[in-house]
Antibody
Framework: QLQLQESGPGLVKPSETLSLTCTVS??????????WAWIRQAPGKGLEWIGS???????NYNPPLKSRVTISVDTSKNQFSLRLSSVTAADTAVYYC????????????WGQGTLVTVSS | EIVLTQSPASLSLSPGERATLSCRAS??????LAWYQQKPGQAPRLLIN???KRATGIPGRFSGSGSGTDFTLTISSLEPEDFAVYYC????????FGGGTKVEIK
């Protein structure tokens, strides 16, 4: 059974960079056709796609966030990572990692999510 | 950006009743629409893909329909575990989600 698990600091200061890692187990991150995504959900709000990466390193980002987002992959560790720079309180959210098929696709496996709070 | 508008924002129903949730897109997404269920403190769970295809393990009481700009998720007979928030998602142009519909126990 495929499992995804987010990890990283739960508290980040304003203007700093948020960094999270998603570890994939029960399957290979290098499986063809599957992309790996970051999605967030502000408290009490809806879902927002941040971006996705293929095991080759090819990325797609949500245009409103593109200037601040970097997603990378480490196939040797079966992990992919998110960096979001210049954070503000508006970036406070539960961050999920997830899988989807194709460049854009429905997310069939999700991590449990991790809350990141931006505060001084 | 394609905007998805879900209605109603909340729905109060009793177990055994039929739930009908709507999702309207600001422009055509073909059938590139998915539905998710989310319970408090949990990640979303994929219910329906490509407008009408049930995901693996999803009970038959969940069904999806529609194409273009208007979509519907129907739960034919609500079970206690179905009370949750439901989101639609389009993948025609990148990925965007609707604002959600909360199905509450009456």
């Amino acid at each position: 059974q495929l499992q995804l698990q987010e990890s990283g600091p739960g508290l980040v200061k304003p203007s700093e960079t948020l960094s999270l890692t998603c570890t994939v187990s029960g399957g290979s991150i290098s499986t063809t056709s599957y992309y790996w995504a970051w999605i967030r959900q502000a408290p009490g709000k809806g879902l927002e796609w941040i971006g996705s990466i293929y095991y080759t390193g090819s990325t797609n980002y949500n245009p409103p966030l593109k200037s601040r987002v970097t997603i990378s992959v480490d196939t040797s560790k079966n992990q992919f990572s998110l960096r979001l720079s210049s954070v503000t309180a508006a970036d406070t959210a539960v961050y999920y990692c997830a899988r989807h098929q194709g460049v854009v696709g429905a997310n069939d496996y999700w991590g449990q999510g991790t809350l990141v709070t931006v505060s001084s | 950006e394609i905007v998805l508008t879900q209605s109603p924002a909340s729905l109060s129903l009793s177990p055994g009743e039929r739930a009908t949730l709507s999702c309207r897109a600001s422009q055509s997404v073909g059938t590139y629409l998915a539905w998710y269920q989310q319970k408090p403190g949990q990640a979303p769970r994929l219910l329906i893909n490509d407008a009408s295809k049930r995901a693996t393990g999803i009970p038959g009481r969940f069904s999806g329909s529609g194409s273009g700009t208007d979509f519907t998720l129907t739960i034919s007979s609500l079970e206690p575990e179905d009370f949750a928030v439901y989101y639609c998602q389009q993948r025609s142009t990148w990925l965007t989600f609707g604002g959600g519909t909360k199905v509450e126990i009456k």
